[in-house]
């Protein structure tokens, strides 16, 4: 109890003294301010580039593997076609499907490059034509309808299925059961993709197709709507697959296996691109780890300063004080008691400034969020880290001075 009150002691004393010199002290805590406003809009930025990118990567599923087609030079083609295995094809799909043991699902895609026109208006969604496992890989939603089923590709049915925003564009005509004139034939729609929200910004590996614009066929569509030429080219040549594994554990493994798989089948030419987003997640969270490592020591720069600057605001008390640091002394304290004092008014002065750079910092971020293009994530960590270190730094830096005052002889500082 008796610390205690000794404590709530030199609080007094040290606020008090603090409240004398009130423009010395709010001069003293601002770099403190700024330092700790620097740290949490630095951590919140971080933090909101952290989640941003962990959404775009969980969405292609962390379960899924994908096998892009990679448009090549003349040169390095005309290789591939040498050994009859140009271009991602249906004989790697079966190779993949052999050759990987834990496969729960595997889907193909192809683009079409055909004109689509509905309403006596031209449109310019994209076209792909895929299995109807790709709905459940990349879980897919309905507004309305029905998924392409295997009935509609062994029938070679002229059914489509359409996103949300082609339907919008279509009006009356894009619903369930109307046509749809694409190329030179009439797709009947069996269903209408729910609305998409798209990530704001494209820095995946693997980039979101734009489901809200799309127009999706059964797989083989693509035989009637190109000319002989290109429709033989694409018929060969899937432009994506995409393998899903049974569980996360084994995703890393049968990406090297698929890797393998995919390097034989094509005499280590690169005209694919294998990409698992688990892999990027891991990536993604040590870069983010560096990122916000680089930036809250920059931020910590502002901190510094701050500190220094109370260091040397210290150091001029100390200096102007030394009647009363003798006067203390005089009538008992010892070394320890004005050590103390003096190292409870650094850390007050930090401290505070800490807590109006909490507060500020948060203001600035809740601004920043109403008027910036990126997101911004407040953390505990945002909240909690700029208090201690600004806690700390009042401590370390006061220390010094603290130190200083301490070691002052009684008699030659009651002469001042």
Not at 22 to 29: G, K, M, N, Q, T
Not at 92 to 118: F, M, W, Y
Not at 158 to 177: E, F, M, P, S
Not at 187 to 194: A, D, P, S, Y
Request: hydrophobic letters at 45%; proline letters at 2%.
């Amino acid at each position: 109890m008796e610390n205690l009150f000794k404590t709530i002691n030199y609080l007094k004393i040290s606020l008090l003294s603090l409240h004398t010199n009130r423009l010395r002290s709010f001069l003293s805590v601002i770099g403190v301010v700024f330092g700790v406003m620097a740290v949490i809009i630095i951590i919140s930025v971080g933090e909101g580039a952290k989640a941003e990118a962990m959404r775009q990567i969980e969405k292609l599923g962390t379960k899924n593997i994908y096998v892009k087609s990679v448009e090549l030079s003349k040169d390095k083609k005309q290789d591939l076609l040498q050994n009859n295995n140009a271009g991602l094809g249906t004989n790697d799909l079966i190779r993949i499907q052999n050759g990987c043991n834990h496969i729960a699902d595997i889907t193909a895609l192809k683009e079409i490059p055909v004109s689509v026109i509905g309403a006596f208006k031209e449109i310019t969604p994209q076209i792909i034509s895929c299995t109807p496992s790709y709905f459940d890989i990349l879980n897919l939603q309905l507004d309305s309808g029905r998924f392409i089923s295997k009935n509609d590709i062994d029938g070679h049915q002229q059914v489509c299925i359409i996103g949300y925003n082609v339907a919008a564009k279509l009006g009356t005509d894009g619903t369930v059961g109307r046509r749809l004139r694409i190329g030179n034939h009439l797709f009947k729609i069996i269903g209408i993709l729910n609305r998409y929200h798209m990530a704001s910004s494209k820095t995946s590996a693997v980039s979101e197709r734009n489901y809200n614009e799309i127009i999706i066929l059964p797989l083989g569509s693509e035989k009637w709507l190109l000319p002989n030429n290109l429709s033989a080219t694409v018929e060969n040549n899937l432009s994506e697959v995409v393998i899903q594994i049974d569980t996360t554990s084994h995703v890393i493994q049968s990406s090297k296996t698929i890797k393998k798989i995919m390097a034989i089948n094509h005499s280590n030419i690169n005209d694919y691109q294998i990409v698992a987003p688990l892999e990027l997640l891991h990536q993604s969270r040590k870069t983010n780890e560096l990122f916000n490592l680089l930036l809250f020591g920059i931020a910590s720069v502002s901190l510094l300063v701050g500190g220094i600057g109370i260091m040397n605001i210290m150091l001029a008390t100390v200096s102007e004080r030394r009647r009363e640091i003798g006067i203390r002394r005089a009538v008992g304290a010892k070394q320890k008691h004005i050590l103390f004092q003096f190292l409870t008014e650094a850390s007050l002065l930090t401290f505070t400034g800490g807590v109006i750079g909490i507060f500020a910092g948060l203001i600035t971020v809740f601004i920043l969020k109403q008027v910036a293009p990126w997101e911004l994530v407040i953390t505990t960590k945002a909240i909690i880290l700029p208090l201690i270190i600004s806690s700390l730094t009042g401590i370390f830096f006061g220390s010094y001075p603290a130190y200083q005052a301490a070691r002052l002889d009684p008699i030659q500082a009651l002469k001042g």
